[in-house]
T-cell receptor, first 110, second 117 residues
Framework: GQNIDQPTEMTATEGAIVQINCTYQ??????LFWYQQHAGEAPTFLSY????GLEEKGRFSSFLSRSKGYSYLLLKELQMKDSASYLC???????????FGAGTILRVKS | GAVVSQHPSRVICKSGTSVKIECRSL??????MFWYRQFPKKSLMLMAT?????????EQGVEKDKFLINHASLTLSTLTVTSAHPEDSSFYIC?????????????FGPGTRLTVL
């Protein structure tokens, strides 16, 4: 089976830095995505990692360690609008299917 | 670019009726479309994968006679929830991908909120 674990909820303060972790055990692996989803809306793409290391894109960075089955999403200079659910998803080699974690609800407080 | 639309955005229907949801890729040809459902505060669960011109591949536990999927063209896939019941109430999201895209990224539609009374 496929197993992707993320913390259920996190709270952080506006202007701070927060790290959302994701561990995975899947039968295949062709990369890992992070998505942001606001309530009642579709997920929006944040990042994609397929090689080990850190990918930086503005206030958002994502890290991958394939040997450890581990990724994290780092959000800097938090803003109130960053309050959302953050989904970690592994794309499988066969059929390009995405397997999602349960998502981490991030609450940013002032 | 890479815009996916869904219609309707919300639908309320009576138990026993059928509901059709459309998913369109507006500015690219989608070789593959995916259908997900999402319960409140839960993650997306893949229901089926559809490729243009062929039968959809359903995930384990998803009734293919209940959730009819048609991918008639490279820009349109439809999901029909047949004889809907209250337990089918959910948020249904489609995504589309293209062989020409980068790293097989899936582009998501805005979702359809189905409420069955």
């Amino acid at each position: 089976g496929q197993n992707i674990d993320q913390p259920t909820e996190m709270t952080a303060t506006e202007g701070a830095i927060v790290q959302i972790n994701c561990t995975y055990q899947t039968s295949g692996f062709n990369g890992l995505f992070w998505y942001q989803q606001h309530a009642g809306e579709a997920p929006t793409f944040l990042s994609y990692n397929v090689l080990d290391g850190l990918e930086e894109k503005g206030r958002f960075s994502s890290f991958l360690s394939r040997s450890k089955g581990y990724s994290y999403l780092l959000l800097k200079e938090l803003q109130m609008k960053d309050s959302a659910s953050y989904l970690c998803a592994v794309i499988m080699e066969y059929g390009n299917k995405l397997v999602f974690g349960a998502g981490t609800i991030l609450r940013v407080k002032s | 670019g890479a815009v996916v639309s869904q219609h309707p955005s919300r639908v309320i229907c009576k138990s026993g009726t059928s509901v059709k949801i459309e998913c369109r890729s507006l500015d690219f040809q989608a070789t593959t479309m995916f259908w997900y459902r999402q319960f409140p505060k839960k993650s997306l669960m893949l229901m089926a994968t559809s490729n243009e011109g062929s039968k959809a591949t359903y995930e384990q536990g998803v009734e293919k006679d209940k959730f009819l999927i048609n991918h008639a063209s490279l820009t349109l896939s439809t999901l029909t929830v047949t004889s809907a019941h209250p337990e089918d109430s959910s948020f249904y999201i489609c995504s589309a991908t293209s062989d020409y895209g980068s790293y097989n990224e899936q582009f998501f539609g805005p979702g359809t909120r189905l409420t069955v009374l």
